[in-house]
């Protein structure tokens, strides 16, 4: 730390990305990519927009919000496109949190949380998910505090009925609740559609997973205008400009092609229940997944064994060290090949513990 560095930062702990490893050529399960290319419109639309770079990108975003609004039967006043949904998230936090309104999200959960909340002073608590790993509904009903809950939930890949959701949005109706939607392509229905019914909830989104497109930094957000609004303000404040002109192409050319994307989908949700099945077929804890990973434990190799014995084999997956989950590892699907290599691996690495 430089002795420049702000007091109010320096006990800030940043988010750990997963590796992205240039040395080897590893089969990459650790970042919930997709295994699949972008299509065709989104390469030709990013090209194009690539001949103009010299040229600002729209600050409204106005192709690609109409194109958003209409996919989701919203209107482009109740979307935000932003630099990817982490953008959106930090948006939000600033936007409708501070040290007088806290947030809570899940002691298990997407690790940004609790460093959106640190840079942006606001205090916040962990709530303990239930022994299954299951979001307690109850623990959220009335809490009169805002609110973030990634569903399906990452690590986890558990996932939670609208119903669930749509109790803890009318219950508390003087607070913001945050859904990050990150996964729900991957076979769970979208809170979106409640944004018409309740002004207190925003869904978050990305076309990183479903839409292949993690390196060109496409999130958005779903909600009543004044909270788009709201938020609009905070993105005028830091950075207009803050979807590039080529992302803004590709997230247009993604949508026409909606389609393709979708059935991409399925063949990742198909290749997940081969790994489940395939993983409890070799004694393995696989938590129910609507995601497109798998979180999983074996009782005859340790979490951080396993990720490193894969690693040395040219596979990664993401193992993560904190307490109540260091014998899992979180694997992401990728194509059915991919998979079948991995259940191979792990089967050798298996027999060698015996
Ligand atoms: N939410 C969750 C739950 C995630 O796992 C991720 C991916 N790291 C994100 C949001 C952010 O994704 P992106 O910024 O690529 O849209």
Known sequence: ??????????????????????????????????????????????????ERLQLYSDPECTLLHTSIANLYGVDKSEVLAT???????????MAFSDK???????????????VFAEINGIPYEKIPLKEDFSID??????????????????PTGKYMELCDIEKIVKSNPNNVVIIDEA???????????????????????????????????LGFGVANKSLIADMNTIKYSTNPYNVNRMTQGAGVGAILDNDYYM??????????EYTKAALEGLGFDVLDSKAN???????????????????????????FTSERIKEFNRITIGTMEQMEILIREIKSILEGVK
Do not use: W
Not at 83 to 93: K, M, P, Q, V
Not at 104 to 113: E, L
Not at 137 to 149: E, F, M, Q, R, S
């Open 100 to 114: 007088d309104n806290p947030i809570v999200f899940p002691d298990i959960t997407y690790g940004f949380y609790p």
């Open 293 to 319: 990973f798998v979180f999983a434990k074996s009782d005859k190799i340790g979490g951080e064994a396993l990720y490193l014995a894969l690693k040395a084999r040219g596979i990664l997956v993401r193992h």
């Open 183 to 217: 996964y729900i392509d991957f076979g769970g229905e979208s809170a979106i559609p409640l944004t018409k019914k309740y002004d207190n909830l925003i869904v978050t989104r990305t076309f990183s997973k479903s839409y292949s497109m993690a390196g060109s930094r």
């Open 137 to 154: 509904v109850n623990d959220y009903i009335g809490i009169n505090k805002n609110i973030v809950i990634a569903n399906p939930n990452a």
């Open 263 to 272: 059935q991409n989908c399925k063949e990742i949700i198909k290749a997940r």
């Open 1 to 50: 730390m430089s002795r420049f560095f702000s007091n109010k930062f320096s006990t800030l702990v940043p988010y750990t990305p997963g590796e992205q490893p240039k040395d080897v050529k590893y089969i990459k399960l650790n970042t919930n990519e997709s295994p699949y290319p972008p299509s065709k419109k989104v390469l030709e639309a990013a090209g194009g927009e690539a």
């Open 83 to 93: 630099n990817g949904s982490d953008e959106i998230l930090n948006f939000a936090f």
